[in-house]
């Protein structure tokens, strides 16, 4: 069995690690930005510049938070982004493939981290908050725009079975049937 997945890895070109090299950079990726902006926020660097940049941090905010250098006393951002992390979540918990244990596990531990983001990211000034909604929106208009059936063929990614002509509607008759008709 191993010789035949090995052989279908080198055939089709699709080894798992490809998968997650992209998981392997945008995470430090997150921690360094979060770390960075953090420090800009407090204005916890040795550079004479960092001044410069919390001073502009706590002018550059707009609508209800025109202060990123504090806490989102509103929680907007803070709900919003524990909104967005559920939504890409469940996007990818609706797809079609029967999936195993382990996944639905994985599934529901990252429902709770999306939950727990909550309370954290009220915890951190709002650059760092703001910074992790604008990950988790592009990250869910990235998931949304591979589902569209002209995106991909524009981009030559080859078609599965799994993929739906009507991916939008589909999406929106199960997060329907799921949140809306239950009894």
């Known amino acids: 069995m191993r010789r035949i997945v090995s052989e279908l890895y080198i055939r089709d070109n699709c080894h798992p690690f ?32 960092a001044i410069s940049i919390q001073e502009q941090l706590s002018t550059g905010g707009v609508l209800w938070f025109p202060d990123l250098t504090v ?15 559920l939504l890409i979540v469940e996007i990818f918990a609706s797809q079609k493939f029967e999936k195993s244990r382990f996944q639905k596990y994985v599934t529901h531990l990252i429902r709770g981290v999306s939950v727990l983001m909550i309370p954290i990211a009220a915890t951190v000034p709002s650059s760092i908050a703001l910074y992790w909604l604008c990950s988790s929106f592009l990250g869910l208009s990235q998931n949304l725009l591979l589902r569209s059936p002209g995106f991909r063929q524009f981009c030559r990614i080859p078609r599965t079975r799994s993929q739906s002509d009507t991916p939008y509607k589909d999406l929106f008759a199960v997060f329907y049937a799921k949140f809306f008709l239950r009894k």
Not at 71 to 85: A, F, Q, R, Y
């Open 18 to 49: 490809k998968a997650t090299l992209v998981v392997w950079i945008q995470i430090p990726m997150w921690i360094f930005m979060s770390v960075a902006l953090r420090n800009f926020s407090l204005g916890i660097t040795d550079s004479e510049g």
């Open 71 to 85: 806490l989102d006393s509103t929680w907007i951002l803070p709900i919003s982004l524990g909104v967005l992390n």
